[in-house]
Nanobody, 124 residues
Framework: QVQLVESGGGLVQAGGSLRLSCAAS????????MGWFRQAPGKEREFVAG????????YYVDSVKDRFTISRDRAKNTVYLQMNSLKPEDTALYYC?????????????????WGQGTQVTVSS
């Protein structure tokens, strides 16, 4: 089992930036990928970004490409999401997730462990 703790959310004006962090602990040696998902009120949870743990290959939903960057620090078992040029439509509860499979990084079904979420609110 992997425990995940997110941090870095908050309130920011449109055009601003935030960096989310997700620290993993526990049986992290089996981690194959980590990802960020988000869920806005009244909407389904959606994939935002993912990273393969070994190769650092990254994946993004089209709506955040060129604005968000996912990265990882293997020594710290931490994944980051740098979010720039934030828009009001980015407002959501952001979840970190860890996978021990080689499944589709963009699918929530591939992830075994989830954090509690951190709120990101972007004002217009």
């Amino acid at each position: 089992q992997v425990q995940l703790v997110e941090s870095g959310g908050g309130l920011v004006q449109a055009g601003g930036s935030l960096r989310l962090s997700c620290a993993a602990s526990g049986r992290t040696f089996r981690t194959s990928a980590m990802g960020w998902f988000r869920q806005a009120p009244g909407k389904e949870r959606e994939f935002v970004a993912g990273i393969r743990w070994r190769t650092a290959n990254t994946y993004y939903v089209d709506s955040v490409k060129d604005r968000f960057t996912i990265s990882r620090d293997r020594a710290k078992n931490t994944v980051y999401l740098q979010m720039n040029s934030l828009k009001p439509e980015d407002t959501a509860l952001y979840y970190c997730a860890a996978s021990t499979t080689d499944g589709n990084v963009q699918s929530s079904w591939s992830y075994d462990s989830w954090g509690q979420g951190t709120q990101v609110t972007v004002s217009s």
